[in-house]
């Protein structure tokens, strides 16, 4: 590892190729699976590289103690974590201070998108766990949570698209990886937006970066978050989209068998009919 | 509050069925749900498992690392299990410490691969006295509809026949470099029975649990060799029933057992 560090790595070769084959520009593959856990009110799996994460939702919710409702609008209580065995020295299985910062950021991000008025003295409650990481799982976290809160049936005014961006070897690039990340001269920007709006939502940054470098990166990362954001909205169609054509078949089918009964019912001698089928339905209702 | 009185309306339904012979999802008494094993689910664990026994869900990684040996064993390694309940498992659990369940599924985990010997401690010993491998295994527990227990027990056994040792020099762990794989010479298996309105019943769901007066967890060996009991909950059993209960439990050991290669 040492020898590695001293040894210059040219991280954008001549033809525009980074040190895992990718161009500038290009995000890492993302795989999202809405609707993975039966017992959250909302969820969601999801793969970013070798990036993996889990997020479950529930609320809203009564916050409870009590004392921490607020009559104005629903709390956002957002869990970052990392499990021990998804990063190369297994981490101390208590939550450390860049767990708590991470998942404070991120529940104001997504505090941002969610219609909060409309849910007073509740609570919205989102975990998600890490369990294999290369670099960017906040921003990894943050994709999934807000489809696991669009799965929860959340208004949201949009949902929340985060992408990380940054520089290595002089180059801006792109959803940076680990190796990437530990370039000398490495910044790391993981930002995300509300992409109708282009509102940002988070933007944290680390590094040395000039006026012009920051317009680039800046630029660059909306153009990443609004990829992820097409993804993430694919994945919530699919998994939608899907359930309802089911649903229409299974409409379908008992409008036939309906139809088959009535035709059946037609041919049929007409039955004398009684008073109590006169009665409306529930006619005490109105 | 609401959750409680639900669960106390299901808990009628299961006894009442469980009386007539029956189980709310249809299953007989011996059954286990669909069992699902995906290995290799993180590339920076030295192991890992994810197991779904119906909708439950756990996920298990194993981490090597160094340290010195206990002094009473100074040519031995050892394991630590460690359980987190997920607060997305079940809209009860919450994050912070653990608690007394999460290290009860811990603890009888952890009894069941250690007193079995499915893992040699001398053979984790890298300098007598000064560096042993300590194999850390970590569960999370992702969804909880019921029997945590067996399924806990499936993802370790799954994440530990994965397992690679990595390589050790010059008194640091070389990452991503490994020395060769963990040598598993058992797959103990827990099952765990529960009691219900007075009848025994494998693979219990969340609903029957809350219904059950009693639990009895058993980890065999494929040798048949029993390496664990526990007995959970307040009510009691007869001797009869527990010799019913580990002659389900060695049956079933063995069914899943076959799921593993």
Known sequence: MAEEKNEVLTYVDSEGKRLDGRKVDELREIKILPSVLSRADGSCYLEWGQNKVLVGVYGPREALPQHIQDPTKALVDFVYRMATFSVPDRKNPRPGRREVEISKVCGKALEGAIFLERFPNTTIDISAYIFDSNAGTRVTALAAASVALADAGIPMRDLVSPVAVGRAGGHILLDLNKQEEDAPDAVDMPMAILPRTGEVVLLQMDGLLSKEEWLKAFQLGVKGCRTVYKKQKEALKKRYLETSAEQDKGIKKAAKELEKATEAKMAAPEEPQTNDSEEPIGGDSK | ?261
Not at chain 2, 56 to 69: L, M, Q, R
Not at chain 2, 193 to 211: F, H, M, R, W, Y
Request: glycine share 8%; with cysteine.
């Open chain 2, 1 to 261: 509050m609401k959750e409680e009185i639900i669960w106390e309306l299901r808990s009628d339904k299961v006894k009442e069925l469980a009386k007539q012979g029956k189980r709310i999802d249809g299953r007989s008494f011996d059954e286990y749900r669909k069992l699902e094993i995906e290995t290799g689910i993180s590339e920076n664990a030295h192991g890992s498992c994810r197991v779904k026994l119906g909708e439950t869900d756990v996920i298990a990684g194993v981490k090597f690392d160094v340290a010195e040996p206990y002094p009473d064993s100074p040519g031995e390694g050892s394991i630590t299990v460690g359980v987190e309940l997920m607060p997305m498992a079940s809209p009860v659990f919450e994050p912070g410490p653990p608690r007394a369940d999460s290290i009860e599924l811990a603890r009888v985990t952890d009894r069941g691969i250690r007193e079995s010997k499915a893992i040699d401690f001398s053979e984790l010993c890298i300098t007598e006295g000064e560096h042993v491998w300590f194999a850390f295994i970590d569960l999370y527990i992702a969804n909880d509809n019921g029997n945590l227990f067996d399924a806990c027990a499936l993802s370790a056994i799954g994440a530990l026949l994965e397992a690679k040792i990595p390589k050790f020099e010059d008194g640091k762990v070389i990452q991503k470099e490994f020395s060769g794989k963990l040598n598993l010479k058992k797959k103990p298996v827990l099952a765990t029975i529960s009691k219900v309105a007075g009848v025994l019943l494998a693979d219990a769901l969340l609903a029957e649990e809350k219904a059950s007066e009693a639990r009895f967890s058993v980890s065999t060996t494929e040798n048949e060799e029993l390496c664990a009991f526990q007995k959970g909950g307040s009510g009691t059993f007869t001797q009869k029933e527990l010799d019913q209960a580990i002659d389900l439990a060695i049956a079933k050991g063995k069914e899943l057992r076959s799921h593993f290669k």
